[in-house]
């Protein structure tokens, strides 16, 4: 059984940084592909980005347009941990953060919410002055 835990939210001032951990256990994260989600109060969750299993398109990643150049999606075979470094926070990035697995998977940008079978409890991120 895959279990996944998030951590490394917290509360951080506007224009600040964070890095969210995605730690793997009864799998190997480089084997699966893995994707991190948020959602605000009030609003549909978000996929923010994705990394492809190792064997396919040698871990590819994407990144959505609303946090490219800011987010990135990282992967530790040796933690097996996937990280997203946050930068240049700002309040409207206030959510509670979700790293998802799916097994069996290819090419990440196509799998949508849907698509992942494994979700940890997600890691609160505030954004305040």
């Known amino acids: 059984q895959l279990h996944i835990v998030e951590s490394g939210g917290g509360l951080v001032q506007p224009g600040g940084s964070l890095s969210l951990s995605c730690a793997g256990s009864?799998?190997?994260?480089?084997?699966?592909?893995i994707g991190w989600f948020r959602q605000a109060p009030g609003k549909e969750r978000e996929k923010l980005s994705c990394?492809?299993?190792?064997?396919?398109?040698?871990?590819?990643?994407n990144i959505a347009d609303s946090v490219k150049g800011r987010f990135t999606i990282s992967r530790d075979n040796s933690r097996n941990t996937v990280y997203l470094q946050m930068n240049s926070l700002n309040p409207e990035n206030t959510a509670s953060y979700y790293c998802?697995?799916?097994?069996?998977?290819?090419?990440?940008?196509?799998?949508?919410?849907?698509?992942?079978?494994?979700w940890g409890k997600g890691t609160q991120v505030t954004v305040s002055s």
């Open positions: 009864g799998s190997t994260v480089d084997e699966d592909v």
């Open positions: 998802a697995a799916r097994r069996n998977g290819f090419d990440c940008s196509h799998y949508e919410e849907y698509d992942y079978a494994y």
């Open positions: 990394i492809s299993p190792r064997t396919s398109r040698a871990g590819m990643t």
